[in-house]
Nanobody
Framework: QVQLVESGGGLVQAGGSLRLSCAAS????????MGWFRQAPGKEREFVAALNWSGGSTHYADSVKGRFTISRDNAKNTVYLQMNSLKPEDTAVYYC?????????????????WGQGSQVTVSS
């Protein structure tokens, strides 16, 4: 069983930056591909970014491409989401997700483990 714990959310003004972290338990973190999803009030959960087991391959939603960067440190069992040039429409609860498998997935149903979520609020 893998447990994921997010941190780093908060309130920021438009144009600002935040970095989310997701710490994973377990000794097999490097064999998992990881992703970030978000859910705004009244909307469905949507894909944000994902990376493969090594971090050498990444994929982003069009809405965040060029502004967000996903990365991982397998020695620390942690995945990050650096968010720059934040917009009010980025406001959501952000979830870290992990899946058994080495390659990227963009559908929430492909993920096996989920964190509790971290609120990100961007004010205009």
């Amino acid at each position: 069983q893998v447990q994921l714990v997010e941190s780093g959310g908060g309130l920021v003004q438009a144009g600002g930056s935040l970095r989310l972290s997701c710490a994973a338990s377990g000794r097999t973190f490097s064999s998992y591909s990881m992703g970030w999803f978000r859910q705004a009030p009244g909307k469905e959960r949507e894909f944000v970014a994902a990376l493969n087991w090594s971090g050498g391959s990444t994929h982003y939603a069009d809405s965040v491409k060029g502004r967000f960067t996903i990365s991982r440190d397998n020695a620390k069992n942690t995945v990050y989401l650096q968010m720059n040039s934040l917009k009010p429409e980025d406001t959501a609860v952000y979830y870290c997700a992990g899946r058994r498998g080495l390659w990227i997935a963009v559908h929430s149903g492909d993920y096996d483990y989920w964190g509790q979520g971290s609120q990100v609020t961007v004010s205009s």
